[in-house]
């Protein structure tokens, strides 16, 4: 996908008929450099004036959106600049879909933002990390692609960020302000009874409203408690790539799916 529009004064009054907004940041270097035509620029001068995306603003109506609209306008969105650096959109993995409806599931897992290899693949949490991240749910008798059965278990695995940042650098407040319209929708249309939060970016996006200290507080005192996030049970958990750096957090991590698991069981 290229990073910039080229729109003509038509294609701009036809994409304002339909909605959708179109605007042009102009970065501090190109309002810096940009008097300076009448020297020959360097090739560095003219990759600093190289302008910014021209970023198209996520469309209205995400919140009423079905499952197939919504995974459709992920794959286009370019609502943030990471639209210029990815190689895939990261929608989301998990239980069959039916007919473009979402899937029957009772687990959400909710992650930070796709690495390399997730960007590559366009799946959450295929690298090291989600290989831990499959063996606790096969600890829990669950997997990534397992369907809905009377017994329940049908699992969605996806991300606060759908695009990567590049160097996989931690995400910037506009970029999950811009993006956090998609979870909200894939929760809502979800209906998932549990949501495990995982990882410091997960738990700060859901967890904003009912706990507005949650910036400034650490991840393990809001571990051992059931939360909300949109009427469903929240439990929030270490990232799994911490808990590969950080090993004896293997058992609290387990405590908390044990929680979760309670919990849900409790609820039935
Ligand atoms: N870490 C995450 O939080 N999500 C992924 O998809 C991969 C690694």
């Known amino acids: 996908m290229t990073d910039t529009l080229h729109l003509d004064k038509r294609q701009r009054a036809m994409l304002a008929e339909m909605g959708v907004r ?3 940041p102009m970065t501090e270097a190109a309002v810096m450099l940009a008097p300076a035509v009448d020297i ?3 090739q560095a001068i003219a990759n600093a004036i190289k302008p910014a995306p021209i970023l198209i603003q996520r469309p209205e109506g995400i919140d009423h959106m079905d499952w197939s609209a919504l995974r459709t306008t992920v ?6 600049t990471l639209c210029g650096s990815r190689q895939n959109t990261v929608f989301g993995v998990g239980a069959p879909e039916a ?3 979402a899937p029957q599931v009772d687990w959400l897992i909710v992650g930070e933002t796709p690495g390399e290899d997730e960007d590559r693949q366009g799946e959450p949490f295929v690298g090291q990390a989600g290989k831990l991240l499959d063996n606790m749910l096969g600890a829990m008798k669950l997997s990534r692609t397992g369907a809905h059965t009377a017994e329940g278990g049908g699992v969605y695995i996806t991300n606060v960020l759908k695009c990567r940042p590049p160097g996989n ?7 999950v302000a811009q993006c956090l319209p998609y979870l909200e929708r894939q929760v809502a249309l979800l209906k998932p009874k549990m949501i495990l939060a995982m990882g410091r970016f997960a738990v700060q996006a859901l967890l904003r409203e009912s706990v507005p200290e949650v910036d400034g507080t650490p991840l393990g005192k ?16 270490y990232h799994p790539a911490y ?4 090993l004896p957090e293997k058992a609290k991590v387990w405590a908390d799916l044990c929680l979760a698991m309670a919990h849900l069981k409790g609820a039935e």
């Open 22 to 24: 179109v605007w042009s």
């Open 40 to 42: 020959e620029p360097t």
């Open 75 to 80: 794959t286009g969105c370019q609502a943030c």
């Open 99 to 101: 007919e473009g409806a």
């Open 169 to 175: 650098r931690n995400p910037k407040p506009e970029e």
């Open 222 to 237: 809001l571990r051992g408690r059931v939360h909300q996030y949109q009427n469903v049970p929240v439990v929030v958990t």
């Open 243 to 246: 808990v590969m750096r950080n």
